[in-house]
């Protein structure tokens, strides 16, 4: 166990740290791209227990752009389509629910298929959301890369937890939709298919950008890194978010986190946000190692932060940070859960990037500022350790936690969210 390092408070500031980008490990196989035919379609028969939830809520659906709908059923044709050993393809049309004057319309719709799982993704609001997935069950699913063909039989599909807390918020119902919203049919004949080349590598399945890894694989520790004895981050959540919770339940910090004093804000046109909020947080450092022929360092700590608006359906645990200093390419990586319209299961993404570009500049006048200890170098200190502060790092929501989350909330990939200061300590060789 690292004991904690102490920074004093006018020193602190708060860490999302970046994404990685990670290297990929075997090509991708080449893949059939095949020419559709007027008859080639996606069937979506939402008549799931989702679905009839909706209904019974007087939201309704419509299909329009090329899509058509006959009672519950939609049917979309498909515009393009490639296969490996899974399928991937494009509908044509827009899937859209209504209920009263409000609406939601979700287009650039796609469906993938492999032999374990079968997903139909939308665009909203220029963000792409898993409208619907689920297994795919034995025989229900026949394709041929050579000859381009896709057959898909009745497959159920699973609500997407985003897109049930996007259609509760937008419609105002009492409660979220869950289960299944129906089943998709699809049918590629395959006319004129490409044949690919056989692969020089073991064939991997197509990724979808609409799923995201929800558990990257843990940083592992260089042979020559050595141990950290002391550690410490401070979290500041952007101010927007820190105030939006707050006109709900707001935040709370427990098992190993802790919350700073609360004190004003800044608005996102700079001025002071009166509210007295708690803005940050701390965790206990759990293990840590530094690598001095590189620089880098992974930082584990243990605490979880929750933000609660529950007339918002938002319920939201972030928890055990996981920092990994590496020049541009830092992260933090946390694992997320919850319930309600954040009910994302465990999931483990880098949630914030974080360019060491800092530290990030004054935002208003109720904000302190750097205090002007930035030392990513390390600093020596009289017993013969090496102290490193990285103060202020500006973060910036990485893609991964903009799908699992935060463009739900209006926060998309490349915003700023907030800010963090690192300090670690390395003893003396």
């Known amino acids: 166990m690292l004991r904690s390092h102490r920074i004093r408070a006018a020193t602190l500031a708060s860490l999302f740290v970046a994404l990685a980008t990670l290297p990929a490990t075997a090509s991708a196989a080449p893949r059939a791209t095949t020419s559709v035919a007027a008859s080639d ?64 319309a979700f287009t650039g719709l796609r469906t993938t298929a492999s032999p374990a799982k079968v997903t139909l993704t939308g665009r909203f609001a220029g963000v792409k959301l898993v409208l619907g997935s689920g297994r795919t069950l034995d025989r229900r699913l026949t394709f041929d890369a050579a000859k381009g063909t896709v057959r898909l039989s009745a497959s159920s599909l699973t609500i997407g937890s985003r897109t049930a807390g996007i259609l509760k918020r937008t419609f105002k119902l009492k409660r979220t939709p869950t289960g299944t919203i129906g089943t998709i049919r699809l049918a590629v004949s395959g006319t004129t298919p490409a044949v690919p080349q056989p692969p020089t590598t073991p064939p991997v399945p197509p990724v979808d950008p609409a ?20 550690a410490s981050i401070v979290w500041h959540v952007r101010d927007s978010f820190v105030q939006y919770t707050a006109a709900g339940e707001g935040s709370t910090a427990s098992n190993g986190a802790t919350a700073d004093p609360v004190s004003s804000g800044c608005t996102n046109s700079g ?35 929750n933000f609660r608006y529950k007339a918002h359906t938002i319920d939201l645990n972030m928890k055990n940070p996981e920092i990994d200093v590496n020049g541009t390419a830092s992260r933090a990586i946390f694992r997320l859960s919850g319930s309600d319209g954040t009910n994302l299961g465990d999931i483990r993404p880098p949630l914030i990037d974080l360019g060491l570009t800092g530290p990030k500049p004054k935002q208003c006048a109720a904000d302190p500022g750097p205090a002007g200890i930035d030392a990513p170098s390390g600093v020596a200190n009289p017993d013969g350790s090496r102290t490193f502060t990285f103060e202020r790092m500006p973060g910036t929501v990485a893609p991964e936690g903009a799908a699992a989350v935060f463009s739900d909330y209006g ?8 800010w963090m200061t690192v300090t670690f300590t390395v003893p003396a060789a």
Do not use: E, H
């Not at 044709?77 to 629910?97: D, I």
């Open 271 to 305: 001025g002071v946000s009166d509210a007295q909020l708690r803005y940050q947080f701390r965790f206990t450092p759990r293990s840590a190692w530094y690598q001095p022929s590189t620089g880098r360092a992974g930082l584990n700590f243990t605490g979880t932060v």
């Open 211 to 230: 799923v995201v890894d929800p558990d990257p694989p843990v940083v592992p520790r260089p042979a020559d890194a050595v141990d950290v004895s002391a």
């Open 41 to 104: 379609t996606a069937t979506i028969a939402l008549d799931g227990a989702a679905s009839r939830q909706l209904r019974k809520a007087g939201v309704t659906p419509a299909a329009t752009a090329g899509a058509t709908r006959k009672g519950t059923t939609v049917t979309a044709p498909v515009t393009a389509a490639s296969v490996t050993t899974a399928a991937g393809m494009t509908l044509g049309g827009t899937l859209t629910f209504r209920k009263g004057k409000r609406s939601i």
């Open 411 to 418: 926060y998309q990939a490349g915003d700023p969210f907030g």
